[in-house]
């Protein structure tokens, strides 16, 4: 078993501005080696903070998580690095994720050479060029250009994307990661996703867009104030949803007429 979540709560504690939160509350999710799933919901439904505390940056109340066969509660520092490096991560900011005075062919390349070390320095930089290229940021004065200068929302996000992929992980744990794209980018990197599922990689794919999340996994979680509330195929929940909430997701969806596409629609899942 990849990743096995169970009966996980994560409680914040009140602060200055806000009251207690109960982020996450017995939330429960398996997932098999080269299995993706969509996780569906809107702001504060705790997306994020999944994310988070499957990558141990957050830790729960209650509850498990079981990551790559070993117990986050039960493992010490070092180990939680080493299962971090077999994940990748794209945060829901790619602002605040990228180190800014990095040029953007370094960042990617800087989680290669921190495992790899600097003799591997030329194969880290073959491969941060070929995913860069592929993710349509080849041009060398972007490439040498520091990150904090020259790059739109849109190609941070990409450059984000780049860098989560260049060890080539076994679990991608993507955060929002097409929310700044214009409608065709969008489509190039499902179907770059897809390509690297279809080799082997899983994938938990976080997102608002009942659309985007049956393009990205065929399996689906609807999250809701913490809690999951509907599981199963994407495209069930679009055909025939279950839970009020998710009800109200699908009617708040565009309706396209029987000509249209939405980005990535055409083809693939």
């Known amino acids: 078993m990849l990743l096995d979540i169970r009966k996980l709560t994560i409680d914040f504690p009140p602060s200055r501005k806000r009251k207690a939160v109960r982020a996450l509350k017995e939330f429960s999710l398996r997932l098999e080696a080269g299995e993706s799933v ?18 141990g940056h957050v830790t729960p109340v209650s509850g498990s998580v079981s990551l790559f066969g070993a117990d986050l509660s039960e493992a010490s520092s070092q180990e939680i690095v080493a299962l971090r490096r077999r994940c990748g991560v794209v945060s829901q900011d790619p602002y605040g994720s990228l180190p800014p005075t990095l040029s953007v062919l370094e960042a990617v390349m800087e989680p290669w050479l921190l495992v790899r070390g600097r003799e591997a320095r030329q194969a880290g930089e073959h ?6 290229d592929e993710l ?5 004065e972007i490439l040498s250009s520091k990150v904090r200068l020259s ?19 076994e679990l991608l744990l993507c955060d929002e990661p097409t929310s700044m794209q214009d409608a ?23 997102t608002h867009d009942l659309f985007l999340a049956r393009k990205a996994a065929p399996r689906g979680l609807v999250l809701y104030r913490g809690e ?3 599981e199963g195929l994407c495209r069930d929940f679009l055909a025939s949803p279950q839970h009020p909430y998710t009800k109200a997701l699908v009617a ?3 309706k396209l007429s029987s000509s249209a596409t939405y980005a990535g629609e055409s083809g693939g899942r």
Not at 154 to 160: I, L, N, P, S, T
């Open 228 to 230: 999951a509330v509907e």
């Open 136 to 140: 349509g940021i080849g041009r060398e």
């Open 184 to 206: 065709s980018t969008r489509g190039d990197i499902l179907r770059i996703l897809q390509r690297r599922q279809e080799t082997g990689m899983s994938m938990l794919f976080v």
């Open 127 to 132: 491969k941060a060029r070929e995913l860069l």
């Open 151 to 169: 790059l739109s929302g849109g190609q941070r996000q990409r450059v984000a994307i780049a860098r989560a992929l260049v060890l080539e992980p």
């Open 252 to 254: 708040a969806l565009p």
């Open 38 to 55: 969509s996780i569906v919901g809107e702001s504060g439904s705790g997306k994020t903070t999944l994310i988070r505390c499957i990558s």
